[in-house]
């Protein structure tokens, strides 16, 4: 089922952090011309986000059709299964999941659906909750300071008791070297950019940053990672 509205009054909807994610693509892909595929798309609002940075064609699939009316004014919003993709091979240049992976119990095999879907020598992005951060949630943006200790609280005890994991309904994601090796499993690359995200997201502690890179404490610091890669 395709959502979509004929509404073309409506301001584009925009997520900060999409955008600032956007313009890391956009650095290495160009922009203009590319068919996008939005796997975990929720509101469709972050689909309607690339649509405009990237100034492209998007299609944004989730499982449940709660999906924005201003974004279905930009994009094609669809329900769909990740692990079963309604498209044909190589159909998109480029896809696209943002925290969603954590959420899909056979994961393996949606990335290996992306990659069917996208075209030989195609892009992909994909990012998680980093699951060797110390603390989360503290960018979440409409959550009060009770919740988000609340939620780290909850992480941490399921770290004490072994289960801080996806399967068993953590907020979990991967770290780093694992998101990075079940990436490189099914694309053959993965760059790690989250550095590169986060430096130009929070641009005033870059140098801050920094340190924590040279001190090699980002993959504790990082509450997510970002991997951008090619098929």
Known sequence: MAVASTDTTLAPPRDDKAAVLAGL???????????????????????ATLAEELDC??????????FDRR???RVQLKVANATALDFDDQEFDFAYSYHALEHIPNYRQALTEMRRVVRAAGY???????????LGYLGAAGVDLSTKLKWNVDDWKARLTGRFRNEYGAHAGFTPEELGAELQQVFGNAEDISMAYYTALYSRHARLLRWSAHARMTRYLLPSVYFFGRR
Do not use: F, K, Q
């Open 25 to 47: 693509i956009r650095n290495r892909i160009g922009r203009g011309g590319h068919r996008v595929l939005v796997v975990g798309c929720g509101s469709g609002i972050e689909a």
């Open 57 to 66: 064609e998007v299609v944004g699939i989730d499982l449940r059709a709660e």
């Open 71 to 73: 974004a279905a004014a």
């Open 124 to 134: 992909y992005c994909v990012g998680t909750p980093n699951r060797a951060r110390l």
